[in-house]
């Protein structure tokens, strides 16, 4: 793990966690990822939900995570190792249809491996605020909101799951992803279809697309695009 990190023979990752649901509705949980030399990263996070008789749901979520280098390897492969992400969300669920916005802030240090941005070596990906494909959330001194909507048409008689979303990133010069000299915006919208079919048991059936824009400006200008994926998953 150390040699796709940073090129370095390293102890590898400890994991430490703490998750208490002692309270209904309520759900805290507080993780620790040691990566010997190179950083230790804080993840802690807080939801809770209710409901009324109405059927009505609302939730809310707040994360953190913290990441601070740590050991010998880390200072030489990344330089300084400082950040803070920051994420809310809120929502509310009603019948088969759950509606959430969501917004996140991370800091920004000039001193610091990426600006101050958050590092994710081995990937994965826990941000309220993360699109399909653009993950600008975690760049260096960058502000996100996110709204998305999903619906599960079952009460219809069919296995079908449709979702929407569009998230806009206000960057600062720092993230490497724009050649302007105040902050720039970046945005993806989508929509995920997943189709179960009741004649073939094991079949999934999705069509995903997202459509990002001002991903990242060049001198040639700037970088947007439209894509589909259409998948089929089936299990023997």
Not at 76 to 86: G, I, M, P, R, Y
Not at 101 to 120: C, E, L, Q, W
Not at 150 to 172: F, I, R
Not at 207 to 235: C, H, K, M, P
Request: proline fraction near 3%.
């Amino acid at each position: 793990m150390g040699t796709y990190a940073i090129g370095e023979n390293t102890g590898g990752v400890s994991v430490a966690a703490a998750i208490y649901s002692g309270v209904p509705g309520l759900k805290l949980q507080l993780w620790d990822y040691y990566a010997h030399d190179i950083l230790n990263a804080i993840y802690a996070e807080a939801n809770y939900g209710w409901s009324y008789a109405s059927g009505v749901a609302p939730y809310v979520a707040a994360q953190w995570i913290s990441e601070r280098d740590v050991g010998t390897n880390s200072l030489a492969a990344l330089n300084k190792v400082e950040s803070d992400f920051v994420g809310a969300k809120i929502g509310v669920k009603v019948a088969n249809c759950d509606l959430s916005v969501a917004a996140s802030h991370n800091t920004k240090d000039s001193d610091a491996a990426i600006g101050g941005g958050t590092i994710s070596p081995w990937g994965g990906m826990p941000a309220y605020t993360q699109g399909m494909v653009t993950r600008h959330q975690f760049m260096a001194g960058t502000d996100a909101w996110k709204v998305a909507a999903a619906y599960d048409w079952k009460d219809y008689g069919v296995n079908l799951n449709t979702g929407v979303y569009y998230v806009e990133y206000d960057m600062d010069p720092l993230n490497g992803y724009s050649n302007a000299a105040a902050s720039d915006e970046s945005s993806e919208s989508g929509f995920d279809i997943i189709y179960n079919p009741q004649a073939v048991k094991n079949l999934q059936l999705r069509l995903r697309a997202n459509y990002a824009r001002d991903f990242q400006e060049t001198t040639a200008g700037d970088v947007s695009w439209d894509e589909y994926r259409v998948i089929a998953n089936y299990n023997f």
